[in-house]
Antibody
């Protein structure tokens, strides 16, 4: 069945880095764009980043621009999020989500999330 | 940035009754609009896309309407499993993709 599985979360100190992964299965990865969305504890949903189906275009929320990098390896059905210079306000559950190739679609499939906690 | 504003923040409804949730966009977004349901400890689930199309497997008691800047999610007869937080979202003018703050639907 269609599945997105995130990993890589953990507890880190401010200023450090972390890399999240999302492995997908059950569908043709190259037919879809992919998003990262986060949710701080007790808060709402915040879009983080989007990458086109072929990786040629990438977009970021202002809150993470210059610190986070989205990428994908279509040969390994894997989406990644490299997070540098982490701040306390980056603490959240991070979800990967599937969407259309170019972004003009709803997020139809979501992973279960991975928790990132930034604390000294 | 398009701001999405949901109302009310909390809605108390009895099982079997109808629930109506609203969302307003700060700019015209046509029907590039979705509703999601999130239960505690779970990932969000797509309910409605294109403002009015139910996603696969979503029961017929869920319906979406609206276009432009005003949107509504109606749950015709609430079941116990429907009590959750609901988010609206626009995917018309981005980045960023923006969500509403959420409406918590609770049992009255």
């Amino acid at each position: 069945q269609v599945q997105l599985v995130e990993s890589g979360g953990g507890v880190v100190q401010p200023g450090t880095s972390l890399r999240l992964s999302c492995v997908v299965s059950g569908f043709t990865f190259t037919n879809y764009g992919m998003h990262w969305v986060r949710q701080a504890p007790g808060k709402g949903l915040e879009w983080v980043s989007f990458i086109w189906y072929d990786g040629s275009n990438k977009y970021y929320a202002d809150s993470v621009k210059g610190r986070f990098t989205i990428s994908r390896d279509n040969s390994k059905n894997t989406l990644s999020l490299q997070m540098n210079s982490l701040r306390a306000e980056d603490t959240a559950v991070y979800y990967c989500a599937r969407a259309g190739m170019f972004g003009y679609d709803a997020f139809d499939i979501w992973g279960q999330g991975t928790m990132v906690s930034v604390s000294s | 940035e398009i701001v999405m504003t949901q109302s009310p923040d909390t809605l108390s409804v009895s099982p079997g009754e109808r629930a109506t949730l609203s969302c307003r966009a700060s700019q015209i977004i046509s029907t590039n609009f979705a509703w999601y349901q999130q239960k505690p400890g779970q990932a969000p689930r797509l309910l409605i896309y294109g403002a009015s199309t139910r996603a696969t497997g979503v029961p017929a008691r869920f319906s979406g309407s609206g276009s432009g800047t005003e949107f509504t999610l109606t749950i015709s007869s609430l079941q116990s499993e429907d009590f959750a937080v609901y988010y609206c979202q626009q995917y018309s003018n981005w980045p960023p993709f923006t969500f509403g703050q959420g409406t918590k639907l609770e049992i009255k």
